[in-house]
């Protein structure tokens, strides 16, 4: 696709070039800096001096004043000429001799030094030795010979010469490779060893040989078929070929622009796609050159100046046409023209900015983000294109000159709703990403309020989740969006991130109220967990009514689920709490649960409060008709539970009641807390016929005590069993001897022999006598064993007396203690195992010597 890269522009017209002679024709042409050369076909080598202009318009002039000429004297063309201004030389090629004139008068220099049978020469633009005074050329001779020279302000000097197969027709040269047209191949050269490698053959009638450097040890070639082939020094091609125009007769090259000249046009492609970019039309070129950046193309009697367009021109064309890639391309290798680095990010970042809004409005998403994001941009230049969502109080003003011409993505989506979403969620991912990096540096609120609006109008899930973490989200803007679009919850936590947690409650009592449906909202549970962990207890109160007329269940938990780390507060004793709940039967119940069995308050109030409310619950269920039997039981299991567990209840209050209503089971765990065991017994033996229950009376009841008490709660068992007033005794005997097996009751072996009827049989007590008997003989041995150990550490004791006695320890006035140094004033001192002697407050530890640190046995007394 076309671009106008060059401009064509008039530098020496044909009436101010030479005479009038017919015969005077241009043929070549070098420029240093302000000087200009030009080689004629009849001899002659003209000097002008060269200006160029920039007008107010931009329009680009020259300026050119004819300096001096010489004749040559053998009338032959001049075919090359190159300009060394390190040397003020000129290298002039005419007639097959090269010379060397002074840049200034032109006159050939005093040791007429000079090179015969030249075909062509190069400067080498690499050289390997880098002599500021001195210019290293490659020269073709007729004599196929292709030779490296140094030119000095006076002399030629020979460096080396490689002998090619063929004629050599053109060269061109980079450090040690030289790249030559043989009469019917191309080929490289490596001039350190001579070797010589092909690259591709040529047809000399269908083409011009071309050989131009593009950069290190890399040339392109004119090939078959009109094509432009690129070869580095290693003989392989790293770029495609280009295709040229038929009939090339020059090529120059400026970055990154190739310029290809025949008999009617000069074609521009780029290096970077190798795609022709404009032809400009040019007949009769005889010349093309690049000379340091500036390009000039002469005719037989004409010369020109093709004039850069300013890359910024040329990219902004590319962009009005919506050629996005080509002017990022472009653009990328703006900083290789020379341009300094801040100068050229400021402006590709620029041009990355217009290109993501061009591809923006293409609704190339992912294009348009990854340029956004390249290119640094304002987000606020991205949000203020969607209308409502900056917040209101930003006072933005997009960049001059702007980016773009879009108005807002109506204008893009042309009332189309599906195009709309597609931008919104463009919007709403490209915010996403962003977030918390360094695009979003100083614009977080714009960022956090765009979110919000967009969540709040499609995905109000989100909501949560952006505003329950670090966010810059304010109310100015937020709370009527979240208003207009009913995300009454997420309008309740953002009150609450600001702290205004009456306004947050207030929400959401609406919301449980009226029923209103926001699906983002876990209900009456989420407002009982906020108020649980509310530090604001005067507030907490102002909306507990209303929650547990809601659900007592729930609302109770706003006392039992406060943090563990809470300040204690007036507002929230137990005592206030407690009064507050007697409204509320269940919720009273639940919380005095919690004060005594997760707080573990041991106040006698609580304790005996809850005991009766667990007893009204149950009586309550006894009076009622209809009641399933597992209601009353998992009733009377909770006050059963209660009753056994504590200790500070009014157990007459509660035994009153019991007895009224004939709850044995309860009545038996009353009598058990005053203890009366023998009621107890009783009731479960005779009113209730649980055995078993009996048993694990006694081993409850038991714990914690000593054996006699253990023991004597089995004989008051055992002697409810036997009782012989009971009249139904005899229902009694197979409870009373699997008492007596019992491996977990215990007993005293002559009580219990002494209670027994004499008219049981050894038989029936068999089991119980063999245990005892093998008790009785484990304690007496037990017994022995124990005085036997006894004796034998009294022993071990005296032998450590009488070794401890054996030597005398003499204490006189010049014996001192070995830790303080000072005399012993008292006759009480300290000896260790070693010998070391202490006072008694010097030795802190009997069991190691305050001197060596030595650790002495813990167990020897």
Known sequence: MSIKAFELVSAIER????????????????????????????????????????????????????QGHKFLVVKKPV??????SALNRIMVLCDNTL???????????????????????????????????????CVALKKKLIQLYTVTEDRLMHLRDVSVPEQPLLVGVDGVFVCAALSSQYCMIDMDNGHITDLFPIDSDQIHPIIKRISKEEFLLSGPSALGI??????????????????????????????????????????????????????????L???????????SREIYSLVPIPFEKQIQALLADKRVTEALELAKNANKTGMTRDKFLKMFKRIQQQAAFIEFSRQQFDEASQLFKDSAIDVREVICLYPHYLPSNVNFTRSVPPLHEIADINQLSKADEKIKTEYKDFLKTFLEDIRGTSLTHGYKREVDVTLLKLYAESEPERLSELIAGDNGCDLNDCVEWLEKHERLHALGLLYQRHGECDKALSVWTRLVDSKTNDPTFPGLEFVVEFLSSLADHELLWKYVDWVLEKDEELGVKIFTDRPNNEAQSERLRPETVVDYLHRFPKAVITYLEYLIFQRKLEKEKYHTHLAVLYLEAVLRLMDTNNVKKEEIDIARSKLRHMLQISNLYRVQLILGKAKEKEMYAECAILYGKLEEHDKALRILVHKLKDYGAAENYCQVNSQGKDSMYRKRLFHILLSVYLDPSYERRDTLVAPAIALLNSSVAEFDTIKVLQLLPETW????????????VRMSMHNYRMTRIQRMMARGENLSVKQTFIEMQRDAIILNDERLCAVCNRAFNDPSFVRYPNGVITHVHCAKNKYICPVSGKLFSAGRR
């Open 15 to 66: 009436v101010k070039l030479m005479s009038d002679k017919a015969k005077t024709q241009i043929e070549c042409l070098d420029v240093c800096g302000k000087n200009m050369y030009i080689g004629t076909s009849d001899c002659f080598v003209v000097h002008y001096s060269i200006e160029e202009k920039t007008q107010a318009n931009g329009r680009v002039t020259f300026v050119t004043e004819k």
């Open 79 to 84: 075919v090359q000429l190159r300009a060394a």
């Open 99 to 137: 010379t060397l004139l002074n840049m200034f008068d032109l006159e050939p220099i005093v040791t007429g030094a000079k090179i015969k049978g030249v075909v062509c020469f190069c400067i080498n633009e690499n050289p390997v030795r880098t002599n500021p005074f001195s210019v290293e050329i």
């Open 230 to 287: 690129f070869a580095t020094s290693a003989g392989v091609s790293q770029r495609p070929p280009m295709q040229w125009s038929d009939g090339l007769t020059a090529v120059s090259f400026v970055h990154p622009y190739i310029l290809a000249m025949n008999d009617e046009f000069i074609t521009v492609h780029s290096i970077l796609d190798q795609q022709q970019k404009q032809a400009i039309p040019f007949q009769g070129g005889v010349y």
């Open 289 to 299: 050159g690049d000379f340091d950046g500036r390009i000039f193309v002469a005719s």
């Open 761 to 772: 049989s050894v038989g029936l007590l068999s089991q119980f006598l063999t245990r005892a």
